[in-house]
């Protein structure tokens, strides 16, 4: 998994939508990251410093893994460029069909 910055990621994941809508599916997911990548400590021994939370957000297509972390102050903006490329690429969804369920009639 490639973790890049902000900037680099938004572009990355504009190919990679373009790529996924020729021949497969993506997925983008969100995750809350305190920033510790070790366990926590044993009973004892002093805690981690506790830091300000942060995003994690993932991107994975069929042959491709992003990454990357944004922090507290700037994820308005973040959300903003994400909602954006996630506009223009999601352009040419099909509507799902659903199946008609015949209700029982009252007896």
Known sequence: MVLLNNEE??????????RA?????FTV???RYDGHDKPKPRE????LPISEYKCLIR???KSKKLSTVVNQN?????????GKVMKT????????KKPKI???VAQ
């Open 9 to 18: 990621f938004l572009t990355q994941l504009t190919l990679l939508t373009s």
């Open 21 to 25: 809508r020729n021949d497969s599916s």
């Open 29 to 31: 997911t969100f995750k």
């Open 44 to 47: 004892g021994k002093p805690p």
């Open 59 to 61: 991107a994975q297509s």
């Open 74 to 82: 700037e994820i308005l903006k973040f959300m903003e460029a994400y």
């Open 89 to 96: 690429s999601m352009d040419g969804l099909k509507k799902v």
């Open 102 to 104: 015949k209700s029982k």
